[in-house]
């Protein structure tokens, strides 16, 4: 039996619900090792090592390291492409592309605004960090221009890159998890009549189920 994957952060993250998403579609063995950021300990000599930025998700597949969540699903669909959902990262040139041009408009467009918003509307409170007004008013103005794109495209094409659920959609899945159940923001997708049949598909996936279990379960204790 092949060893399983490690994946190094604590699920609430974003970029490391994201990698889990993709291993569960994968149907890919993985064992979870949790970092508690609120210990500092993605800033340790042994974890930067294998996270140079000391952040998290870092992950290992046998001899190979790798950092950087929608990296590590891209080599995670390529190297299982033959188990799990096998068309999660498209099976030609052409359905890869449109993946691509999808993945990089999350990461380029749509991340930015909502991973602010995650911060501000979610994480600050519980933080006890003081929310930002100005970048919360600036991030929803400019997630709203994101959403009126993935609005039309979603008319055209069930999923963004075409009829088939793909890493591109995955890869919203833990940003809009956080706005549309944790902040009062829900309305940027719900009250979008293509966008918010789209994260019904998305967010009711098991892989996905599975994953938000994963976050509203206590840490495993260490000793
Ligand atoms: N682009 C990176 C972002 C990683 C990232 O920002 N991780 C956050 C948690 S979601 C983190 O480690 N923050 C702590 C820090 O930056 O010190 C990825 O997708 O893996």
Same mark, same amino acid.
């Given at each position: 039996?092949?060893?399983?994957?490690?994946?190094?952060? !604590? /699920?609430? +993250?974003?970029? &490391?619900?994201?990698?889990?998403?993709?291993?569960?579609? *994968?149907?890919? @063995?993985?064992?979870?090792?949790?970092?508690?950021?609120?210990?500092?300990?993605?800033?340790?000599?042994?974890?930067?090592?294998?996270?140079?930025?000391?952040?998290?998700?870092?992950?290992?597949?046998?001899?190979?390291?790798?950092?950087?969540?929608?990296?590590?699903?891209?080599?995670?669909?390529?190297?299982?492409?033959?188990?799990?959902?096998?068309?999660?990262?498209?099976?030609?040139?052409?359905?890869?592309?449109?993946?691509?041009?999808?993945?990089?408009?999350?990461?380029?467009?749509?991340? !930015? /605004?909502? +991973?602010?918003? &995650?911060?501000?509307?979610?994480?600050?409170?519980?933080? *006890?960090?003081? @929310?930002?007004?100005?970048?919360?008013?600036?991030?929803?103005?400019?997630?709203?221009?994101?959403?009126?794109?993935?609005?039309?495209?979603?008319?055209?094409?069930?999923?963004?890159?075409?009829?088939?659920?793909?890493?591109?959609?995955?890869?919203?899945?833990?940003?809009?998890?956080?706005?549309?159940?944790?902040?009062?923001?829900?309305?940027?997708?719900?009250?979008?009549?293509?966008?918010?049949?789209?994260?019904?598909?998305?967010?009711?996936?098991?892989?996905?189920?599975?994953?938000?279990?994963?976050?509203? +379960?206590?840490?495993?204790?260490?000793?």
């Amino acid at each position: 039996m092949a060893t399983p994957v490690k994946v190094y952060g !604590p /699920p609430i +993250s974003t970029a &490391v619900s994201r990698v889990l998403a993709c291993l569960l579609e *994968k149907d890919v @063995q993985f064992q979870l090792i949790t970092i508690s950021m609120s210990k500092g300990e993605h800033k340790k000599p042994d974890f930067l090592k294998i996270q140079p930025f000391g952040q998290v998700p870092a992950f290992q597949d046998e001899s190979v390291s790798l950092f950087e969540s929608r990296t590590i699903c891209r080599y995670i669909s390529e190297k299982y492409h033959n188990q799990g959902n096998k068309g999660l990262y498209g099976t030609n040139p052409i359905e890869k592309a449109s993946i691509d041009q999808w993945l990089e408009a999350e990461g380029q467009s749509f991340n !930015p /605004p909502s +991973s602010a918003l &995650v911060f501000q509307l979610a994480f600050a409170p519980r933080m *006890k960090i003081k @929310q930002d007004e100005g970048v919360i008013k600036q991030s929803e103005e400019k997630l709203a221009k994101v959403l009126d794109v993935y609005e039309k495209r979603l008319g055209e094409s069930r999923y963004l890159a075409g009829d088939e659920f793909s890493l591109a959609d995955l890869s919203h899945l833990p940003n809009t998890q956080y706005l549309v159940n944790a902040t009062d923001r829900g309305e940027l997708f719900t009250g979008r009549k293509n966008v918010g049949r789209w994260w019904g598909e998305i967010s009711s996936r098991e892989s996905w189920k599975k994953v938000v279990e994963m976050q509203n +379960s206590p840490p495993p204790r260490r000793a």
